[in-house]
Every structure is written in structure tokens, then in C-alpha cells.
């Protein structure tokens, strides 16, 4: 079996979740971690969240597969992880996309962090109850 070639490749990274996206020559199949996207990912809002890159830049995806190793995080970190990882394979594989998917926000990290506990509270904002007496 002939090994296939990477047209490109981008890392995503949302939370604390991590995506190596990887086009490569095919017929359009994507897989996660080598399970098919349609099983790792169940939610159908999640998809089309990760597939916006595709229909914001009109890259053909009939050729490609769409290789994807992510890790880190649960699955809605992931999924942003992968659709900030595929708008940079895309933008690598053709350059003329990039002001389409910049514009609509596809190649900008994601910078929303869970904000970290405080010591002598129960967790980052709450304060534990106030006894006058």
C-alpha cells in the first residue's frame, strides 16, 4: 500500500485541547485520532462548528483527507482545536484564503481559559458564606 502525501498540515489549540491537522491526498474522509469523525465527535453542532473553515474558504475537499490527532481537553475544547488547526492547514495549502478565514475569525487562538482557583476560596470567583455572628 502506497503511503499517502501531506498537501499540509496545522496545529489547532483551544482550552487546553491540542490538533495536528493533516491534509492529505484522498477522497474526502476524516478521521480523528483513527476513529471516524462522525463517532468521536457525536454532536452534529460540533461538526459544523469544526467544518466552518471549509465553507468559509470554498476549499475544495473532495481531494483531501483530513487527518486529525488531538489530545488534551474534552471534546468541545477539541472540536475548536481542530477548526482552528484545519483554517491554518487550508490557509498553508492555499494562501489566498487567508483574509477570508482571518476576517471571519477562524485563524485567531481562541484565548477563553478557566480562570484559576484562589487560595482561602472555594473556587475562582465564589466566596465562601458570610457569617456576621
Not at 58 to 65: A, E, H, I, Q
Amino acid at each position: 500500500m502506497a503511503t499517502k502525501k501531506a498537501i499540509s498540515s496545522g496545529t489547532g489549540r483551544r482550552k487546553t485541547a491540542t490538533a495536528r491537522v493533516n491534509l492529505m491526498e484522498g477522497k474526502g474522509e476524516w478521521t480523528v485520532n483513527g476513529v471516524k469523525l462522525e463517532e468521536y465527535i457525536p454532536s452534529e453542532a460540533l461538526r459544523d462548528y469544526l467544518r466552518q473553515p471549509v465553507g468559509i474558504s470554498g476549499y475544495d475537499m473532495t481531494k483531501v483527507d483530513v487527518v486529525v490527532f488531538a489530545k488534551g481537553g474534552g471534546i468541545s475544547g477539541q472540536a475548536g482545536a481542530i477548526r482552528h488547526g484545519l483554517a491554518r492547514a487550508i490557509v498553508e495549502a492555499d494562501e489566498t484564503t487567508r483574509a477570508v478565514l482571518k476576517k471571519a475569525g477562524c485563524m485567531t487562538r481562541d484565548s477563553r481559559m478557566k480562570e484559576r482557583k484562589k487560595p482561602g476560596q472555594p473556587g475562582a470567583r465564589k466566596r465562601f458564606q458570610f457569617s456576621k455572628r
